[in-house]
């Protein structure tokens, strides 16, 4: 599979600056979007950072995500001296608070797959006490997809790195970032999401939405309290309930899907997805060129007020014809 990406971000009407960040790496197969808040100075940094980390992060696996990823929870086979928790991951109770809705298909049994493959410390302790021929009565560490265990990790290490930030600047406390991130691996599209920017599947015609929005608008929406229409026109729309960084403890959902040749992903921050609701997003990537569509999102969101910054990053599949 060969993949194609196009992105752009714009300031928009109503700001004097850019606070979202984007993130286009074809060596790693890596793409992301993320929305900074905090201030004139926080919120800019705040993505930044978020982008850096990830980056790094996920260029220390060289594509041997399997190793990273046992790297994480820490090998069963490790024993003594030669096993350390691994200090990336901070505090085991990183994902306490994952619940049955944090995922893609809404699981409990996801969710707590999860929970378990990141709590390394935990899982490092059990390794220090199996005795010989013990290890199959052990939970395994490893029933996410090491991708995924790889995306969640850089997500948590960003949060740690601009929360440590902001303590030490007074100009940059309480900033944070949302985070829509992307990685090709093995024919799969795996994610790592924080926030309200948003990861969108096209395929056949149809777009489906990957990720749900950790917003308050969402959340009012979900429990039947408002609808979209009246979302839409809240003032309380650009409130969210998880982001990047503004606490050092991250819950971030983590997804994968098969990809098909054909497959166009769209990854964007609120200042498009709040002026082009799906229906409407669908039918413009049914009609338009994809290297185009990225700016042509932009100027329908600038023309109906452009009130937030803009960003739009497109991936597609293609076949690897060699």
């Known amino acids: 599979m060969r993949l194609v990406s196009w992105s752009r971000t714009d300031t928009g009407k109503k700001r004097d600056h850019n606070e979202d960040s984007f993130l286009v790496d074809d060596a790693l197969q890596l793409y992301a979007v993320a929305d900074g808040m905090g201030g004139h100075q ?37 024993v003594g001296r030669d096993t350390e928790p691994v200090a990336a991951l901070g505090d085991a109770s990183t994902l ?10 809404g699981s409990d049994d996801r969710a707590r797959e999860l929970q378990e493959s990141l709590k390394a410390p935990e899982v490092v302790a059990r390794a220090d006490t199996l005795a010989a021929g013990d290890e199959e009565t052990q939970p395994n560490p490893m029933k996410l997809p090491p991708a995924e265990i790889v995306m969640a990790k850089a997500a948590q290490r960003a949060g740690q790195e601009i929360y440590d930030a902001a303590q030490g600047h007074a100009d940059l406390q309480g900033m944070g970032t949302t985070l829509s991130a992307i990685i090709y691996h093995a024919g799969h599209m795996y994610f790592a999401h924080a926030g309200d920017s948003r990861l969108y599947l096209f395929r056949d015609g149809k777009l489906r939405q990957l990720t749900e929005d950790h917003s308050w608008i969402w959340e009012q929406i979900k429990s039947g309290a408002m609808t979209e229409a009246e979302a839409k026109a809240s003032k ?7 982001s990047v960084g503004f606490e050092r403890e991250l819950q971030v959902d983590t997804g994968g899907i098969s990809v098909e040749a054909g497959d166009c992903f769209l990854l964007c921050s609120d200042g498009m997805s709040n002026y082009v609701d799906n229906e409407e997003l669908e039918r413009i990537l049914d009609t338009t060129w994809y290297r185009r569509a990225p700016q042509l999102l932009i100027d329908i969101a600038n023309d ?8 739009v990053v497109m991936v597609y599949a293609a076949n690897d014809v060699s």
């Open 304 to 311: 109906r007020g452009g009130d937030d910054n803009i960003t």
């Open 96 to 105: 306490d608070g994952i619940g049955e809705d944090d995922t893609l298909d």
């Open 236 to 242: 309380f729309r650009h409130i969210i309930t998880r």
């Open 42 to 78: 926080g919120g800019g940094h705040a993505s930044r950072l978020a982008l850096e980390v990830l980056r790094r992060e996920v260029g220390k696996a060289e594509g041997d995500f399997d190793e990273a990823a046992a790297g994480i929870v820490g090998s069963r086979k490790r």
